[in-house]
């Protein structure tokens, strides 16, 4: 598929998928390489389950500059069903502005497949690889705008530092997509905090035996209700949990649980 893309002022390649009047969803243009995947040992906050630290080649592939947000979801929640029902207004705290949460697995599976008929494009959910691929944007730092966070530049549980960070209150509560007006190389936004962001991968306990070819990690013996993979951290979490390594698992919807869609697609500059 070949689409024509725009440039920002940061020379990120990006595509605007018009779903409504007014409604579009932001596409990144996300180009293929290769990363080391995982944390090192002696990473701050970290984790056995992001080693062991792997190369991996990801091919290239767009990406939601930001989380789907409220106002994305109602309008994909209004389209003809295509598997299961999805409630139009499913998150606690509520704005067109914020992330959706409070969404399940089949929900957002749902979200995806009514979005690719209407588009005629294959939406989905990254693969773990492609998201912190995505997030690192070629830095090897523990956040893809340096060795630290601050409640300047994400959304997080800030009463708790990471390393020499400051601390503050907290907000409680997520914030609306891009406040931070902070975005990585490849020009995506929020990939650090706010909300934690489903992967299509099932959960693993390491990298072991994991795919080096930028696929999701699936287990076909899995049920529906198998522990997903998610990643980012969120509004409720301390910031070693924001690290573009880390990871975590999820079987439940939560408030502090959204998404951000991909597809992949040949690019004509």
Partial sequence: MTIALQRTRKSAKYFAQEIASGVTIDMVYVPGGEFLMGSPEYEEGRDESESPQHLVKVPAFLMGKYPVTQAQWRVVAGLPKENWDIESDPSRFKGDN?????????????????LSRKTERDYRLPSEAEWEYA????????FHFGSTISFEVASYRATSAYEQGSTRKNREKPTPVGSFQVANNFGLYDMHGNVWELCQDHWHESYEASPIDGSAWIDPDASENAEKVVRGG????????CRSASRFKIDIRKLNIG???????????
Avoid: H, N
């Fill in 234 to 241: 969120s509004w409720m979490d301390d910031p070693q949990y």
């Fill in 259 to 269: 998404f951000r869609v991909v597809f992949s697609a040949k690019i004509l500059s």
């Fill in 98 to 114: 914020l992330p959706v949460e409070l969404v399940s697995w089949l929900e957002v599976m749902e979200f995806c497949a009514r």
């Fill in 135 to 142: 997030c690192r944007a070629g830095t090897t730092t523990l």
